[in-house]
């Protein structure tokens, strides 16, 4: 058997994650830029080189993401829930039976069944603050890397009020607190809470128990303590993952 390959085009990054025997062979990220379908192919050629491997030891391509079909070549377009989903589902053992997911552009919030399958979901608003985008606007405006936002909340002894869902209020309250002289510790632990506000109310509604975080932001120790403390329940984030839409795609293909 060789390898089945998924490819996530979303608004940030393009994922691409070559999978063997149910589990990760290979995987990178790289940004979105225009010529989407040129950047999908050139990681693909990289990452057969870095495997050893030809495009005949390729089995199947799947795409997935808001550019889902800008790749000609594809054998297989799935909508990026269902990946999600089933990315999930296998990656967490079958434990997950709700997802958090943070995108470039939406937080979506997803119900897995016992099988894997989608049951539900529910997303934010297009101008709600808390996506990948306005953390890179946030990081921009404090001038750090987001890489350090964990860090810096850990050291504030309090968090800064910020209320706004809008990306654009957001980011005046931000440029506010700045002026006022916020220090950039209590501005990121704020962000984090305001975050955490916001997924909790999408899940008023929704079952707790098996959460799972994936995306980008997954890897920020700090939101996903916030979570924790405003759902009042346990927060699992696995390895890679802001691979685990692109894993799922991939996956559908062996099914």
């Not at 390898?3 to 025997?21: C, E, H, P, Q, R």
């Not at 089933?86 to 990656?91: D, E, N, T, V």
């Not at 440029?175 to 955490?196: F, M, W």
Request: glycine share 12%; aromatic share 6%.
């Amino acid at each position: 058997m060789g390898y089945f390959v998924g490819i996530d085009l979303g608004s940030t990054a393009i994922k691409t994650v070559f999978v063997k025997d149910g589990a990760f062979a290979w995987f990178k990220a790289v940004p979105t830029a225009p010529g989407q379908e040129r950047l999908a192919q050139a990681v693909m050629e990289e990452g057969l080189a870095a495997l050893g491997a030809s495009e005949a030891d390729i089995d199947g391509v799947a795409t997935t993401g808001y550019g889902k079909s800008l790749i000609a070549g594809a054998n297989r377009i799935i909508d990026e829930v269902s990946a999600n989903a089933l990315g999930m589902h296998i990656l967490s053992g079958g434990h997950a039976r709700t997802i958090i997911n943070i995108g470039g552009q939406d937080i979506k919030i997803i119900q897995v069944g016992e099988n894997g399958k989608l049951l539900d979901f529910r997303m934010n608003d297009k101008c709600a603050a808390g996506t990948g985008r306005f953390f890179e606007m946030a990081a921009r405006i404090l001038d750090t890397s987001i890489q350090d936002f964990a860090a810096l909340s850990e050291k504030a002894p309090e968090a800064a009020v910020i209320n706004s869902t809008c990306v654009v209020f957001a980011e005046s309250e931000i440029v506010s607190l700045v002026a006022k002289g916020t220090s950039r510790e209590a501005i990121v632990k704020g962000l984090h809470e305001s975050i955490a506000r916001r997924i909790a109310g999408m899940m008023e509604k929704t079952a707790v128990g098996g959460i799972y975080l994936d995306g980008g932001s997954a890897n920020n120790r700090g939101l996903v303590e916030a979570i924790e403390d405003e759902l009042m329940d346990d927060v699992n984030v696995l390895d890679h993952p802001q691979f685990t839409v692109a894993f799922g795609a991939a996956s559908a293909l062996a099914q």
